[in-house]
């Protein structure tokens, strides 16, 4: 199947940094990405939809300076947590999907976030 | 709007006994619907899912659901279950404008 590469898996950075996640798909072109927020024990709520080359969709709720999304590629998307703070701190994941490959979105295996 | 609603937040089954997890979903439009398995601080994976055809669908690892228009249900099954199957589960539904919704998870326990 496709495989879709998140990174890092994990990072620890001070409040008030930045932090950018970066989405990769292996051996696909990925038309569609989406964000995902997985607060422990709890569903994955979604961020954002971004498409290659046009600015991202946001969700309600969802800062969009604060979370700030490129798709500047076929193959990459990132996410960059602008000035985070502690309870920014969560799991987030990214997924993919291809016109070609149908209704299947591919996974990242997620990035956790701590935020200190 | 759509939105997927899991029975149980947690489900414990003995080894070699029947898997069960419930899932309703609400839905203006055919769905399509799907189940997925995390393990711990990974992604997810998909087992199976449902977009057009036949109702009873195959998935990895001897899962499969079933789609019931009349119930709105997708219910998740698997025959014998095995303790590499201990994980969270999740069942989703989009309506085709690619937004992916997900329930709140089932979290399964097996017991030895």
């Known amino acids: 199947g496709a495989v879709v590469s998140q990174h890092p898996s994990w990072v620890i950075c001070k409040s008030g940094t930045s932090v950018k996640i970066e989405c990769r798909s292996l051996d696909f072109q990925a038309t569609t990405m989406f964000w995902y927020r997985q607060f422990p024990k709890q569903s994955l709520m979604l961020m954002a939809t971004?498409?290659?080359?046009?600015?991202?969709?946001?969700e309600q709720g969802v800062e969009k300076d604060k979370f700030l999304i490129n798709h500047a590629s076929l193959t990459l998307s990132t996410l960059t947590v602008t000035s985070a703070h502690p309870e920014d701190s969560s799991f987030y994941i990214c997924?993919?999907?291809?016109?070609?490959?149908?209704?299947?979105?591919?996974f990242g295996q997620g990035t956790r976030l701590t935020v200190v | 709007a759509q939105s997927v609603t899991q029975l149980g937040s947690h489900v414990s089954v003995s080894e070699g006994a029947l898997v069960l997890l419930r899932c309703n979903y609400s839905?203006?439009?055919?769905?399509?619907l799907f189940w997925y398995v995390q393990y711990p601080n990974q992604g997810l994976q998909l087992l199976l899912k449902?977009?057009?055809?036949?109702?009873l669908v195959k998935g990895i690892n001897g899962f499969e659901a079933e789609f019931k228009k009349s119930e709105t249900s997708f219910h998740l099954t698997k025959p014998s279950a095995h303790m590499s199957d201990a994980a969270e589960y999740f069942c989703?539904?989009?309506?085709?404008?690619?937004?992916?919704?997900f329930g709140k998870g089932t979290r399964l326990h097996i017991l030895p």
């Open positions: 989703a539904v989009s309506d085709r404008d690619d937004k992916i919704i």
């Open positions: 839905s203006s439009v055919p769905p399509y």
């Open positions: 971004s498409n290659e080359g046009s600015k991202a969709t946001y």
């Open positions: 997924s993919a999907k291809s016109l070609s490959l149908n209704t299947e979105a591919f």
């Open positions: 449902y977009t057009t055809g036949a109702t």
